[in-house]
C-alpha cells in the first residue's frame, strides 16, 4: 500500500508538472506601444470573446437599436454583423469547439451556429416559490442600508434614518404589491430632502392599448360634427406632397364612422400607430369632399412635434426681435444627441450670427455641463484671410462670441450644473427664473424584481464658494417669470430680455 501510494503521489506530481500554467510575464514599461485596436469603430460593448487561434472577433455592440452580435475576421480584414438582435440587454459566450454563440437577449436564449448563422431558441422551464412579504421586508432593508453607506453627505442631511426606518417599517404588513411598495419606500427617501431620489415602479406588462394622434390642434371652439382643424403641425402624417388638407377643413368620418359634435374620436384611433387610416375631409372654403389615407404617430411622436413647434417658435421671435443678428438654440437634454444638434447649428447655420441665446429651459439634465461650457467659451484670437478676404476666425470649433443662458423652473440636475458652471466661468449672464438646487450625481439601482428602481444621490458638487450645489438654488441675473397669461397670448418674455440684453452688449461692442 505504501509502494502504491508513493507511485500515485509521483504520478500526480509529474501531470501536475505537465499541466502546470507558466506565469505571464507582462512588460508594463511603455505598454501603450504594445496595444492594438480591435474593433473597427468605438461603440458601446456588452461582451466580447476571441477565437483561440486569434484570427476571429466576436462581440455585442450597440450603435442604433440595441445590441447586435458583431464579427471581425483579421484575416480577410472584415467587419460585419452576424445578427441582429436590438437587445435593451445581451451577454453570449462561445462553446468549448467555437463553432456556436449562446445568446442572452433581453431574458431570451438563442443558439447562433456561427458558420451558417443558423439561429436555434434555447427552450428552458424555471419555477420559483416567492414570499412576496418577506422579498419586500428585504427590498425595504436594503434601500434602507444603501442610503445609509451611499447618500452624498455622511449625516444623511441631519436625518434620524434609524428612526425613519422603524416608522415606515410598520407599514409594510399593510402592502400586498410592489406599486405601493414603491410609494412607501419613495415617501420614506423623501425625507432625506433631496433630489434624484424615491422609487419607481414599472410594471413588466407591455401589453396596453394606446391612442394614436393625427398630428393637429383641434379647434376646440367649434361646435359643429366632426374635427376642426385649427393647426396642423410640421412633420405631422397630414403634411404630404399631394395632400390638400388646410387649416379650418374637417375631418367627417375616421375609417368611415361619422364624428358627431358630441362625439369622443379619439376611441377610433386606439392602436392605430403607423396603420393606414381613412380620413373623410370636408373644406368650408372649396365646399369639396375628398377622403385621404394617413398613418397617425403615437402619442410620444406628438409629443415630438410639439416640441419642435415650440424650438422653431422660439427660433421665430429672436430672428424677428433681433431683425436676424442673433441665434437661438435650444439644448433639450444634457446628453450626447443634444450635444450635437447645439454643436452642428452653432457651427453650421448660425456661425454667421453676432450672438446666441442658449435655451436650457425644461432640461431634465444628464452629463454635459462642461462639454457646453467649453463649447460657448472660445476666446478669437486669429482670423483666416487669404487674398485680403476674410473667411473665418480661431478658434473654429468654440463659438466665441458673445452668448447668454435661459433657464428656468424646470431645469434639473445637470440642467442645474450647466447654468452654474457658465456663471462660474463668467462666459455670460443667466435669465429666466431660479433653479432648485439639484446638482448632484445619481444612482440609480433596478431591484432584482424588475420593475422597481430607486434613487440615490450619491455623488455632491461644491461650488467656489464652498457650498454644495444640492439644495442651494441658483438665480439668474435677470430674473424674468413667464406668467401664465403672457405663454397663453404666445408671448415669451424670458426671450424678449435675452434679444434685449444681447442686442444692448453688441451695441456697446461697435
Known sequence: DEKKAKKSKTATSEKDQKTAVKPIDIAFNQIEDHTKRLTVNSSDLAGAQLTKEGTKLYYLSQFEKGYDLWVTDFKENETKILMKLGAKHAYFVLDKEQKNAFVLADGKIKKIEL???????????????IDANSERKYLFEHIWRQVLKKFYVADLHGVDWAFYKKEYAIKLNDI???FDFAELTGEMLGELN????????RPHSTIHNSTASLGIFPDNHYSGTGIKIAEILPKSPLVKANSKVEVGDVIEKIDGQEISSKHNYYPLLTNKEGDRVLLSIYSPKTNKRWDQVIRPVSQGQMADLKYHRWVQGRKDLTEKLSHGRIGYVHVKGMNDESFRTVYSELLGKLVNKEAVIVDTRFNGGGWLHDDLATLLSGKRYMDFVPRGQKIGSEPLFKWYRPSIVVMGEGNYSDAHMFPYTYKALN?????????????????WEALHTGDLIFGIPQVGMIGLDAKYLENHQLNPDYMIDNDPESVANGEDKQIEKSVQVLLEKLDQNK
Open 194 to 201: 433631496a433630489s434624484h431620489t424615491g422609487t419607481r415602479y
Open 427 to 443: 462666459i455670460g449672464p443667466l435669465v429666466g427664473m431660479p433653479v432648485p438646487g439639484t446638482g448632484t450625481a445619481v444612482w
Open 115 to 129: 458558420e451558417s448563422k443558423k439561429v436555434t431558441p434555447v427552450a428552458f422551464n424555471a419555477e420559483m416559490t
Open 176 to 178: 400586498n404589491n410592489n
